[in-house]
Protein backbone atom coordinates (compact mmCIF):
# COMPACT_ATOMS: atom_id res chain seq x y z
CA UNK A 1 0.00 0.00 0.00
CA UNK A 2 1.02 3.37 -0.78
CA UNK A 3 1.76 6.32 1.67
CA UNK A 4 -1.57 7.76 -0.25
CA UNK A 5 -3.93 4.75 0.38
CA UNK A 6 -2.97 4.19 3.89
CA UNK A 7 -3.82 7.69 4.07
CA UNK A 8 -7.40 7.55 2.60
CA UNK A 9 -7.94 4.20 4.24
CA UNK A 10 -7.20 5.66 7.89
CA UNK A 11 -9.27 8.28 7.17
CA UNK A 12 -12.45 6.39 6.78
CA UNK A 13 -11.27 4.26 9.31
CA UNK A 14 -11.88 7.22 11.67
CA UNK A 15 -14.43 8.71 10.11
CA UNK A 16 -16.58 5.87 10.33
CA UNK A 17 -15.61 5.04 13.87
CA UNK A 18 -17.58 8.61 14.90
CA UNK A 19 -19.74 9.21 12.04
CA UNK A 20 -23.19 9.07 13.88
CA UNK A 21 -26.24 6.87 12.00
CA UNK A 22 -27.91 10.14 11.51
CA UNK A 23 -27.25 12.50 9.30
CA UNK A 24 -23.11 10.79 9.30
CA UNK A 25 -22.14 11.86 5.67
CA UNK A 26 -21.09 15.20 7.17
CA UNK A 27 -18.95 14.15 9.34
CA UNK A 28 -17.48 11.57 6.92
CA UNK A 29 -16.90 14.62 4.26
CA UNK A 30 -15.13 16.41 6.84
CA UNK A 31 -12.86 13.92 7.97
CA UNK A 32 -11.73 12.89 4.14
CA UNK A 33 -11.58 16.93 3.44
CA UNK A 34 -9.10 16.97 6.38
CA UNK A 35 -7.17 14.18 5.12
CA UNK A 36 -6.51 16.33 1.79
CA UNK A 37 -9.36 14.92 -0.61
CA UNK A 38 -10.68 17.83 -2.85
CA UNK A 39 -13.64 15.43 -4.76
CA UNK A 40 -14.67 12.21 -4.88
CA UNK A 41 -16.32 10.72 -8.04
CA UNK A 42 -18.48 7.86 -7.88
CA UNK A 43 -19.57 5.90 -10.92
CA UNK A 44 -22.86 3.62 -10.59
CA UNK A 45 -23.45 0.62 -10.97
CA UNK A 46 -19.82 0.09 -10.77
CA UNK A 47 -19.00 1.16 -7.68
CA UNK A 48 -15.47 2.81 -8.53
CA UNK A 49 -14.61 5.81 -6.80
CA UNK A 50 -11.90 7.93 -7.25
CA UNK A 51 -10.69 10.31 -4.91
CA UNK A 52 -8.31 13.41 -5.86
CA UNK A 53 -6.57 14.60 -3.09
CA UNK A 54 -3.34 17.00 -3.09
CA UNK A 55 -1.10 14.53 -3.08
CA UNK A 56 -2.02 12.77 -6.19
CA UNK A 57 -5.71 9.83 -6.79
CA UNK A 58 -6.57 7.18 -5.41
CA UNK A 59 -9.38 4.63 -6.85
CA UNK A 60 -11.30 2.70 -4.93
CA UNK A 61 -12.88 -0.89 -6.64
CA UNK A 62 -16.27 -1.51 -4.54
CA UNK A 63 -18.60 -4.70 -5.35
CA UNK A 64 -20.63 -3.50 -8.37
CA UNK A 65 -24.46 -3.52 -8.15
CA UNK A 66 -24.88 -5.50 -11.19
CA UNK A 67 -23.65 -7.79 -13.86
CA UNK A 68 -24.04 -8.13 -17.53
CA UNK A 69 -26.24 -5.70 -20.10
CA UNK A 70 -28.91 -3.88 -18.57
CA UNK A 71 -31.04 -0.59 -20.00
CA UNK A 72 -30.38 2.63 -17.65
CA UNK A 73 -33.19 3.45 -15.77
CA UNK A 74 -34.52 6.52 -16.18
CA UNK A 75 -33.16 9.52 -14.37
CA UNK A 76 -36.06 9.95 -11.61
CA UNK A 77 -35.35 13.27 -9.41
CA UNK A 78 -37.85 12.14 -6.71
CA UNK A 79 -36.57 8.85 -6.43
CA UNK A 80 -33.23 9.74 -5.75
CA UNK A 81 -34.06 12.64 -3.27
CA UNK A 82 -36.45 9.63 -1.28
CA UNK A 83 -32.96 7.67 -1.39
CA UNK A 84 -31.07 10.55 -0.10
CA UNK A 85 -33.40 10.88 2.30
CA UNK A 86 -34.15 7.16 3.40
CA UNK A 87 -30.26 7.35 4.10
CA UNK A 88 -29.81 10.56 6.27
CA UNK A 89 -31.82 9.52 8.30
CA UNK A 90 -30.37 6.34 8.92
CA UNK A 91 -32.63 3.85 7.17
CA UNK A 92 -30.55 2.59 5.07
CA UNK A 93 -26.97 1.27 4.45
CA UNK A 94 -24.41 2.35 2.07
CA UNK A 95 -25.04 -0.14 -0.23
CA UNK A 96 -28.80 0.30 -0.15
CA UNK A 97 -28.27 3.74 -0.99
CA UNK A 98 -26.12 3.48 -3.83
CA UNK A 99 -28.50 0.67 -5.24
CA UNK A 100 -31.60 3.16 -4.53
CA UNK A 101 -29.67 5.76 -6.43
CA UNK A 102 -29.18 3.24 -9.41
CA UNK A 103 -32.79 2.25 -9.63
CA UNK A 104 -33.26 6.12 -9.58
CA UNK A 105 -31.10 6.40 -12.83
CA UNK A 106 -28.14 7.56 -11.32
CA UNK A 107 -25.32 6.59 -13.06
CA UNK A 108 -22.60 8.73 -11.07
CA UNK A 109 -22.44 11.60 -8.64
CA UNK A 110 -19.37 14.16 -7.51
CA UNK A 111 -18.97 15.28 -3.93
CA UNK A 112 -16.75 18.62 -4.05
CA UNK A 113 -15.26 19.12 -0.39
CA UNK A 114 -14.26 22.42 -0.59
CA UNK A 115 -17.58 23.73 -1.11
CA UNK A 116 -19.87 21.07 0.60
CA UNK A 117 -21.99 20.03 -2.38
CA UNK A 118 -23.01 16.67 -3.79
CA UNK A 119 -24.24 16.61 -7.96
CA UNK A 120 -25.59 13.32 -9.14
CA UNK A 121 -25.96 12.57 -12.70
CA UNK A 122 -28.65 10.74 -14.92
CA UNK A 123 -27.08 9.82 -18.02
CA UNK A 124 -28.83 12.17 -20.43
CA UNK A 125 -27.19 15.28 -19.01
CA UNK A 126 -29.98 15.32 -16.17
CA UNK A 127 -27.82 15.94 -12.32
CA UNK A 128 -29.45 17.29 -9.14
CA UNK A 129 -27.23 19.13 -6.51
CA UNK A 130 -27.37 18.46 -2.99
CA UNK A 131 -25.40 20.87 -0.33
CA UNK A 132 -24.60 19.30 3.29
CA UNK A 133 -23.98 21.07 6.38
CA UNK A 134 -20.58 22.32 7.61
CA UNK A 135 -19.46 20.00 10.92
CA UNK A 136 -16.54 20.64 13.03
CA UNK A 137 -14.28 17.55 13.70
CA UNK A 138 -12.02 17.51 15.83
CA UNK A 139 -9.07 14.40 15.37
Known amino acids: MSELTTKLIEAQKFAMSIRPKVGGFPVLAEVLRQAGVHLNRWTLPSCQSVYYMKDGSVVQQGTPLVNGVLEIPKFDREALIKALRTDQEGFSTFPEFLKAAWEAGTIG ?5 AVRKVVYYG ?12 VVVNR
Open 109 to 113: YDVDF
Open 123 to 134: VNGESYLEEYPA
